[in-house]
């Protein structure tokens, strides 16, 4: 199972759109990744959007500790996405999505944007509305990665969470978060 670009614009697009609900009053908000608030995961994803382009693009990466959210988050994230999506506008690299190292590069980009779009939709409140395939693909990844790595300081335990609930909580708890019961 592999990602594709068009896999990747979807997941990006749903982040995008739970990003633009966002209140003032929730950027500082804490998420179920422990470390960070609402903003700090925000900067996470458009450092990794931006590096990942760069990488792909063999240009420079972006800046160690910069801010790259200035005073308008949800466009930084946005520009962040369509950046690194319009690098696989060239058939060259497209064409290296579908195997090899960019392969599995884009298959870890999918499945952090989607853990973290389910941390996102957590501290807001905001539906992540994040495709169930997309997060069965991602959890089927992170599955295969951490059989045969150990999980690092990136991901917690697993957490026990019933074989029926829906894919982007099976995807949250693999990953370490707690998930709340459905009510």
């Known amino acids: 199972m592999t990602a594709s670009v068009e896999d990747l614009a979807r997941a990006s697009a749903a982040v995008g759109d739970l990003l633009a609900g966002v209140r003032d009053d929730q950027w ?10 609402v903003r700090d995961v925000v900067e996470h994803l458009v ?34 996405a369509s950046s690194l999506l319009a690098i696989f506008d060239h058939p060259e690299i497209r064409e290296r999505s579908h195997s090899g190292p960019l392969a599995e590069q884009l298959r870890l980009r999918l499945a952090d944007l989607v853990t973290h779009g389910w941390d996102l939709a957590q501290a807001t409140g905001i539906p992540a ?31 026990h969470i019933e074989d029926t609930a829906p894919a982007i ?15």
């Not at 908000?29 to 470390?35: D, E, I, K, R």
């Not at 790595?149 to 335990?157: D, M, T």
């Open 28 to 37: 500082t908000a804490p998420t179920p990744c422990s470390a960070w608030n």
């Open 47 to 80: 450092t990794v959007n931006l590096t990942f382009a760069a990488l792909i693009n063999d240009s420079p990466l972006p800046e160690r500790g910069a801010d790259l959210l200035g005073d308008d988050p949800v466009e930084a994230y946005r520009t962040s």
């Open 129 to 159: 509305r994040l495709p169930g395939e997309l997060a069965e693909q991602s959890l089927a990844f992170l599955q295969e990665q951490l059989a045969i790595r150990p999980r690092g300081a990136q991901f917690a335990e697993a957490q």
């Open 169 to 183: 909580d099976r995807l949250a708890a693999f990953a370490g978060r707690s998930v709340p019961p459905k009510s």
